[in-house]
């Protein structure tokens, strides 16, 4: 069986692993991983910047794969469906899990971050975790997971078809999160320092409003907004300038969502956030339910992520060409490994 591990930041191992045990536990699939999606998770580890990881690990939580053999008691599955795999689960229920928080749990493991990934040929996993579809590609299924960061944080703005949105960062995250946001009605802004990937973000989600940061952003959100501010803005950039300044774009009485994270302390102006009445929310990864409604909408024609997709990787080529990955400017978006 392949196997492509990361075993410390830059150094890949590609390897045969002996045969995987096909003997299943009640309630387990086994998966023939067919597409991996390159997450920013993945180029962060690669670089050695993720927090919460450990070397050695095999990356990929971005999949789509095909049911081999199921388990006693499985039923959501049968052998010969096509999925998205929900990349994280709790090994013990806690606190958060118990109110329906199952995305912060205390013991949250994650695919390809605190346990080993999808860069292997085949893989046991427990198939509640599954989410079928044989009417998606297998591109579109190993998008699924990304999008569902987007769809979580919506949800944790709370939009209304009255707010005014900025999505900081056009990238993956930011363009599901645009979808996502457009689909509550509301009007909504697209921010991001690079033109090339603001003219991509107009043909993939048919946002007319785009802002460059690296302009006078609060000059540029009044003159578009007569004279208002953004009642959301979610950021998903990861970067600590970009989250610092969104307490200058937002609203009085307006939310504030960090999609993105940096390994550093997030620092604001108390009274400046008192005076503005903020909210500021955290959004980490997605529920069970994000998954399966967002199958439904990529069903339905409501979105399709497949322009997302701008390069292909083979999986034997990981090795030598995942690090090509850096050197990309505007034109990538998201990087599919296939088997």
């Known amino acids: 069986m392949k196997v492509i591990r990361l075993n410390e930041p830059g150094t890949w191992e590609s390897f045969q692993a002996s045969e995987l045990d096909k003997t299943l536990s009640e309630g387990e699939a086994l998966l023939k991983v067919r597409k991996i999606g390159v997450c920013g998770t993945d180029l962060h580890a690669f670089k050695g910047s993720q927090p919460f990881f450990n070397y050695p690990r095999i990356l990929g939580h971005e999949l789509a794969v095909e049911v081999v053999g199921i388990g006693k008691g499985v039923s959501n599955v049968k052998i010969g469906d096509s999925c998205s795999v929900e990349p994280y689960y709790n090994d013990i229920i806690g606190q958060a899990v118990r109110r329906g928080k199952s995305n912060c749990g205390e013991h949250l493991q994650v695919l390809g971050v605190h346990v080993d990934g999808g860069m292997q040929e085949y893989f046991k996993?427990?198939?509640?975790?599954?989410?079928?579809?044989?009417?998606?590609?297998?591109?579109?299924?190993?998008?699924?997971?990304?999008?569902?960061?987007?769809?979580?944080?919506?949800?944790?703005?709370?939009i209304s078809h009255e707010d005014t949105v900025l999505v900081i960062g056009a990238g993956p995250i930011g363009l599901g999160t645009?979808?996502?946001?457009?689909?509550?009605?509301?009007?909504?802004?697209?921010?991001?320092?690079?033109?090339?990937?603001?003219?991509?973000?107009?043909?993939?989600?048919?946002?007319?409003?785009?802002?460059?940061?690296?302009?006078?952003?609060?000059?540029?959100?009044?003159?578009?907004?007569?004279?208002?501010?953004?009642t959301i803005v979610l950021d998903a950039t990861g970067s600590e300038k970009s989250m610092m300044n969104t307490f200058k774009y937002v609203a009085a009485g307006g939310t504030i969502v960090f999609i993105g994270l940096f390994l550093g302390d997030v620092v604001f102006n108390d009274p400046y956030f008192h005076k503005k009445e903020l909210t500021l929310k955290a959004s980490r990864a997605a529920l069970s339910s994000d998954f399966s409604r967002i199958i439904r909408l990529i069903e339905s024609g409501k979105i399709d992520p497949t322009p997302f997709i701008t390069h292909r990787i083979k999986f034997d080529d990981v090795p030598s060409e995942f690090e090509k990955l850096y050197t990309y400017s505007g034109d990538l978006i998201k990087a599919i490994i296939e088997f």
């Open 178 to 230: 645009i979808q996502f946001a457009q689909l509550t009605g509301a009007r909504v802004i697209a921010m991001d320092i690079d033109d090339a990937k603001l003219e991509k973000c107009k043909e993939i989600t048919k946002i007319s409003d785009t802002i460059n940061a690296l302009g006078d952003v609060e000059a540029s959100l009044t003159e578009l907004l007569d004279g208002d501010l953004p």
């Open 125 to 158: 996993y427990p198939a509640k975790f599954l989410h079928p579809s044989n009417i998606l590609s297998e591109d579109q299924l190993a998008m699924i997971e990304p999008l569902a960061i987007g769809c979580h944080a919506v949800d944790r703005a709370q």
